[in-house]
Structure formats: C-alpha cells, structure tokens
C-alpha cells in the first residue's frame, strides 16, 4: 500500500540554524499539507499546498516558513531560522484531487531546536 | 472558524468491553468528519470519514462513527474493544468546498484497553 514518507525522521538544530524537512507524498496525490504537534498539544495545521502554490496557511506559517516542491516527488518545509519553539513533530500529508478523500499522513520528523 | 473539542484526555476500557471516544465540532458550513489513530511513534493512520450520507459510517479495524448534526457530535465506537486498540485517537473536521481544504483536529483522547 502507497505510503507518506519523510525524512528524517528526527533531527536536532541549533537555534537560528536553517532546517528543511522532506516528504515525499503518494504519487497520484495533487493536495500536499504540512501540520505540525507540539508535544502534549494540539496537532496544527500549518499550509496546504496545490498546483505549485500554496493555497491556504495559518497564522503560525510565517515569513520564516516556505514550502516546496522541487520535483515531481518531494515536498519540502524549510525553517529559515529556527526558534525553540519550533520544536515539535512535523507531519507531512498528502491527497487525492477528490474532494471527499482523506489525508494520508507521513510518520513525521521531530525537530529538536536547542 | 472550525473547531473539534474531545472532552477526555484518556478512556479506559476493559478488553470486550464497548469502547466510546467522544468528539463534538463547530463549523460554518457543511462538515467533512474524520477519524485518524496514532500508534507510538508513528504518524496518524485514517479510520473513518463522514462525508453525506447514513449517519453510521463503519471504518478500519471494527471502528465505526455516528454523526448527529443536531448535537453537531461525531463519536467513534468500537463493540469490543482489544488490547491493540490502545493508542492515542484524534478527531478532525474540515469544512466542504473550503480553499485548502484543511483539517481541524481535537486535542486526542488516549485509549488504554486493559486485559
């Protein structure tokens, strides 16, 4: 069964480093998201992403934030310069164009800034 | 604004047991209704969905769901639960035809089925 991966699947930085945190959605997937879950909170969206550009993003997603799809398989989240508070588990997730379909969730990458 | 409310942190049940994990929403619009379980260490795996229809949706695993507009809920049940079933269960709600499409998710109940 076609699965959401990403990788890696934890990375430690050092606060105000770069991160960039990859997905590789399923392939006949079109909508790709990021959400993020601090730990013992909510999980939060973060962007959703189609056609090349990003078509919805929450207040946490600022100018520090950008996505990116720099073929025909990955899906990236780069953090420009990280914050402690940018700890957390990422999840990436993709769908299929319909829109009654599910979001498929990739395993997630923990970030550890410190 | 959408928003999922899952008023227990964590369910205990005894193995065959029901299992009952409470979910209410808030939305402007028609909602898209959605289950999701996440194991130790994994990502969030899809159980069940509510789109239109009968309002007992059956999922994954003996999991099924029962949409009540009126008291705008959307709990999850499972007749007999099993040891396997502990695990930390999320509700999530989008909104039909919403740009982006995002989901909105409760805080998760942590299911503990003990033998």
């Known amino acids: 069964e076609p699965e959401v991966t990403q990788t890696p699947s934890h990375q430690v930085t050092q606060m105000g480093q770069e991160v960039i945190l990859r997905c590789v959605p399923i392939?006949?997937?079109?909508?790709f998201y990021w959400y993020r879950q601090i730990l013992g909170q909510k999980v939060e969206f973060l962007v959703s992403?189609?056609?090349?550009?990003?078509?919805?993003k929450s207040e946490i997603f600022d100018d520090q934030f950008s996505v990116e799809r720099p073929d025909g398989s990955n899906f990236t989240l780069k953090i420009r310069s990280t914050k402690l508070e940018d700890s957390a588990m990422y999840f990436c997730a993709s769908r299929v164009a319909g829109g009654r379909d599910e979001q498929f969730f990739g395993p997630g990458t923990r970030l550890t800034v410190l | 604004a959408q928003s999922v409310a899952q008023p227990e942190d964590q369910v205990n049940v005894a193995e065959g047991n029901p299992l009952t994990v409470k979910c209410t929403y808030s939305v402007s619009g028609n909602p898209y209704l959605f289950w999701y379980v996440q194991y130790p260490n994994r990502g969030l795996q899809f159980l069940l969905k509510y789109i239109t229809g009968d309002n007992l949706v059956k999922g994954s695993y003996g999991f099924e769901a029962e949409f009540n507009k009126s008291q705008t809920s959307f709990h999850l049940k499972k007749p007999s639960a099993l040891v396997s079933d502990s695990a930390l269960y999320f509700c999530?709600?989008?909104?039909?035809?919403?740009?982006?499409?995002?989901?909105?998710f409760g805080g998760g109940t942590r299911v503990l089925v003990k033998p």
């Open positions: 392939s006949n997937h079109l909508y």
């Open positions: 999530a709600v989008r909104v039909w035809k919403a740009a982006g499409n995002k989901l909105t």
């Open positions: 992403f189609y056609n090349n550009e990003i078509s919805e």
